[in-house]
C-alpha cells in the first residue's frame, strides 16, 4: 500500500473516531503517539457529578463467619446521588445488568447471591417503558459456607451508572473481602 494510501486511512480512521467520541460526549485527545481517551462519562460530571467512583462498598471488607456452617453475608453499596444502576434482572435485554462475582478460594464455598427488589422508575427518555433500577443504596446477600482459618475472596461489581436523560459506560468495582472462619 503506497505511504498516500496510508495516510487516507489513517486520516478516515481519525475522523470516525472523532465523530464516535462527538455522539458518545467524549472528549478526543491528540497526542504525538496517537489518540488517548479520557476517564469521562456521557456528560455526568457536566452534570455536577464526580467521576468514576458512582457507587463504592461501604461495609467492612472484613468478615467473620462460622465455620462450616451456612452463613449469610450482606454487602452494602452506595450509589451516587442523582443516579441509578441497572437492576440485576432489568426488563430489557439490551440493558446492562448489575452483577456481583465472586472468587471463591479454596475452602469457601459460595451458595448463592441474592439481589433485592429493584423499584420501576419512568424516565424521560422513555417514559411508557419502566426501568428497573436501583437508587441510593444497594444490599447485596452472600451465602457461603467456609472451612476453619482465613481467606482472602476477590470480588467485583459490574454496573451501569446513569441519569435520567444518559447513561456512562459499564464499570467495573473491584475489591477483596478477608474473612476469618471460626
Not at 452506595?78 to 440493558?95: E, K, M, T
Not at 475472596?153 to 456512562?168: E, F, V
Amino acid at each position: 500500500m503506497s505511504q498516500s494510501m496510508q495516510r487516507t486511512g489513517r486520516r478516515g480512521a481519525a475522523v470516525l473516531l472523532a465523530g464516535l467520541c462527538w455522539l458518545c460526549g467524549g472528549p478526543l485527545q491528540a497526542q504525538a503517539s496517537g489518540w488517548q481517551p479520557q476517564e469521562r462519562g456521557l456528560g455526568l460530571q457536566d452534570a455536577g457529578h464526580s467521576a468514576p467512583g458512582w457507587v463504592q462498598l461501604v461495609s467492612s471488607r472484613q468478615i467473620a463467619v462460622q465455620a462450616r456452617r451456612a452463613q449469610t453475608v450482606e454487602l452494602k453499596f452506595a450509589i451516587q446521588d442523582g443516579l441509578h444502576i441497572n437492576a440485576h434482572q432489568p426488563r430489557s435485554p439490551y440493558l446492562i445488568p448489575t452483577t456481583l462475582t465472586l472468587s471463591a478460594p479454596a475452602g469457601v464455598h459460595v451458595l448463592g447471591v441474592e439481589y433485592p427488589q429493584a423499584k420501576d422508575y419512568h424516565f424521560a427518555f422513555s417514559p411508557k417503558d419502566a426501568l428497573s433500577v436501583y437508587t441510593g443504596s444497594l444490599h447485596i446477600l452472600v451465602h457461603l459456607r467456609a472451612q476453619p482459618g482465613a481467606f482472602a475472596m476477590p470480588a467485583s461489581l459490574r454496573y451501569q451508572a446513569c441519569d435520567n436523560h444518559m447513561c456512562n459506560p459499564p464499570k467495573t468495582l473491584t475489591f477483596t473481602l478477608h474473612g476469618v472462619a471460626q
